[in-house]
């Protein structure tokens, strides 16, 4: 009888270690984070100068804004403007992105520009920043628990029961080695 229960401990310890390995991997694969690139620099501007620089930017998955700060050099007479534009012509203003709103995958044009208004020649007018984008959950409903606890319940659950199972298989190996009739 105990040769069914140490084969029903062993399957149990396997599906632990597998739940525990899964555990890890969706642990390690979470949701990704990447950042759009804000730093760039205007030299030698004079008022009335209209000046941009564009770069190609890919986004690997549908993505939300985690976070969004950008900053312009204080006290510089420019306008600026920043935008991520798909190939579909739809733009989003970096500028004004707050946290949540949503990008979808694709290839974007980063374009980043400026307009000297009142500027000192010779001043340098910079502009710095992160957008911080993370996975987008898929479906009408956002994700609102982790997938690494319930496999971690499960693994711990399925290891306790292949221990018992040990233990109970080890008991009555013993309890027949010394002649004593099992308890239940």
Do not use: K
Not at 111 to 132: K, M, Q, Y
Not at 134 to 159: H, I
């Amino acid at each position: 009888m105990t040769h069914p229960m140490r084969a029903t401990a062993a399957v149990s310890l396997a599906l632990a270690a597998a739940l525990a390995v899964l555990g890890v991997l969706a642990g390690a694969s979470g949701a990704s984070a990447d950042e759009v690139p804000l730093r760039f620099s205007f030299t030698n501007l004079l008022p009335g100068d209209v000046r941009s620089s564009s770069q190609p930017y890919r986004l690997e998955q549908d993505a939300r804004v985690e976070a969004a700060v950008v900053d312009a050099s204080p006290g510089s007479g420019v306008a600026w403007r920043a935008a991520l534009c798909g190939s579909s012509g739809s733009c989003v203003d970096l500028m004004t992105v707050r946290e949540g709103d949503e990008l979808a995958a694709g290839d974007y044009t980063l374009t980043v520009g400026v307009t000297a208004d009142d500027i000192r020649p010779g001043e340098v007018s910079s502009l710095e920043g992160r957008i911080t984008l993370v996975e987008r959950t898929s479906g009408s409903l956002a994700s609102t628990g982790s997938t690494v606890l319930p496999l971690a319940a499960g693994a711990v659950a399925l290891g306790v029961l292949g221990l018992l199972l040990i233990l109970v298989a080890r008991r009555r190996d013993h309890d027949d080695e010394t002649g004593q009739e099992p308890l239940a």
